[in-house]
Antibody
Framework: EVKLLESGGGLVQPGGSLRLSCVASGYNFGSHAMTWVRQAPGKGLEWVSGISSAGGDTNYADSVKGRFTISRDSSKNTVYLQVDSLRVEDTAVYYC?????????????WGKGTTVTVSS | EIVLTQSPATLSLSPGERATLSCRASQSVSDSLAWYQQKPGQAPRLLISDASNRPPGIPARFSGSGFGTDFILTISSLEPEDFAVYYCQQRSSWPLLTFGGGTKVEIK
């Protein structure tokens, strides 16, 4: 069974940092791009960042560029999202999602999400 | 940035009825559009990719159509488990992706 399991969320003060992790299982991790999507409380979906299957291509939404960093470790079947300089408006459930191919176009498998709360 | 506008915001229907959801793009996205379903407390699920392609395991009552700026998700006969929020998403402006604001399908 294909699965994604996120972790690393929590309560953090404005300006703080977290590292979100997403462990993949049940498929060839190296053949699929990965994406992070977030959802603020009561709001819609927002694409945050994507990384190609080989890890050489990374991109970010303007709202997080320069503060968030996506990476992947094929030896651990894990994708990460380092979130720095956190703002109150970054409060959201962060979902990790797989894309069907080498680039992140659509998301065909999703994790259950990890919650990030930024508050003083 | 390509903006996706979904309408209506809320659709009130009864089980067995046909649901028609709209997604309009601020500029042409060709057929580079997907639809997702999200139930309360759950992650989204991919229903349709490239405007009209249904992934394995998605029931045939879900269908997508459209090209350019106007897209439709149709649920031919609503089942109780179909009451949820639906989002469209475009990949035409890759590497940046955007989602629509969502349409909630609720029980009338």
């Amino acid at each position: 069974e294909v699965k994604l399991l996120e972790s690393g969320g929590g309560l953090v003060q404005p300006g703080g940092s977290l590292r979100l992790s997403c462990v993949a299982s049940g498929y060839n991790f190296g053949s699929h791009a990965m994406t992070w999507v977030r959802q603020a409380p009561g709001k819609g979906l927002e694409w945050v960042s994507g990384i190609s299957s080989a890890g050489g291509d990374t991109n970010y939404a303007d709202s997080v560029k320069g503060r968030f960093t996506i990476s992947r470790d094929s030896s651990k079947n894990t994708v990460y999202l380092q979130v720095d300089s956190l703002r109150v408006e970054d409060t959201a459930v962060y979902y990790c999602a797989r894309s069907p191919g080498y680039q992140y176009y659509y998301m065909d498998v999703w994790g259950k999400g990890t919650t990030v709360t930024v508050s003083s | 940035e390509i903006v996706l506008t979904q309408s209506p915001a809320t659709l009130s229907l009864s089980p067995g009825e046909r649901a028609t959801l709209s997604c309009r793009a601020s500029q042409s996205v060709s057929d580079s559009l997907a639809w997702y379903q999200q139930k309360p407390g759950q992650a989204p699920r991919l229903l349709i990719s490239d405007a009209s392609n249904r992934p394995p395991g998605i029931p045939a009552r879900f269908s997508g159509s459209g090209f350019g700026t106007d897209f439709i998700l149709t649920i031919s006969s609503l089942e109780p488990e179909d009451f949820a929020v639906y989002y469209c998403q475009q990949r035409s402006s890759w590497p940046l992706l955007t989602f629509g604001g969502g349409t909630k399908v609720e029980i009338k």
